[in-house]
């Protein structure tokens, strides 16, 4: 009985244990400080995801979700000096430019994603737009994919299951582009939630004026 114990110990710890990843900041990524979210942290960011019933609803609990990390890591580095855009906060040590917003962004997704707490959307590359070749501007990227039901928490390192398993799911048009969103925490105070918009509205330059 003891070895079985053990096992079941060593098998949980991997989804529940403290979870550590490294921001950005002082733009393109020119500095970078790890951070730590403890268990209750992260036990928090579960119940808020996986509450989701529809993607519609993942996509506003991940906003949630993405600047309450940043928050946290605020607390730990400089990076709570951070401003929407780049102007409120330019020279500013801790300040975060899309190079700093986009690779730290995907980090968080990818925590959140590989425990199995996205249930509606992979997450993908960041993105870029550009508008007269001077102006271009980088974000977090994800995909909608057929929802995973019931919510299963995965071993940090094993890959997400995305299989089709909720009853009623109606397929899209095999030929349809999937639908894809950028998470785009560049546009914000640090702490605040993350602009979640499709991103062929983004490509247009959508997203609030900074």
């Known amino acids: 009985m003891r070895y079985v114990v053990l096992i079941l110990f060593f098998v949980a710890v991997p989804v529940w244990a403290d979870e550590a990843i490294s921001v950005c900041y002082n733009y393109g990524c020119a500095a970078e400080q790890l951070v730590t979210y403890s268990e209750s942290q992260l036990a928090w960011a579960r119940e808020m995801l996986i509450s989701a019933a529809t993607a519609?609803?993942?996509?506003?609990?991940?906003?949630?979700?993405?600047?309450?990390l940043y928050g946290w890591a605020g607390e730990q580095s400089p990076i709570w000096r951070d401003r929407g855009g780049n102007y409120a906060d330019e020279g500013v040590q801790g300040a975060m430019d899309c190079i700093d917003h986009s690779t730290t962004t995907t980090r968080l997704l990818r925590l959140l994603e590989v425990r199995g707490?996205?249930?509606?959307?992979?997450?993908?590359e960041p993105v870029r737009r550009t508008r007269f070749v001077i102006l271009e501007h980088v974000s977090a990227l994800i995909e909608e994919v057929p929802p995973r039901w019931p919510p299963r928490d995965v071993p940090v390192g094993a890959p997400p299951d995305y299989a089709p398993l909720s009853p009623g799911w109606d397929a899209p048009d095999a030929a349809a582009a999937p639908r894809r969103f950028v998470v785009d925490s560049w546009f914000v105070d640090n702490g605040q939630p993350a602009v979640v918009l499709p991103l062929e509205e983004w490509m247009k330059w959508g997203g609030p004026n900074v």
């Open 117 to 124: 707490w996205l249930r509606f959307h992979r997450v993908l």
């Open 56 to 68: 519609e609803g993942e996509r506003q609990r991940l906003a949630l979700a993405v600047g309450q």
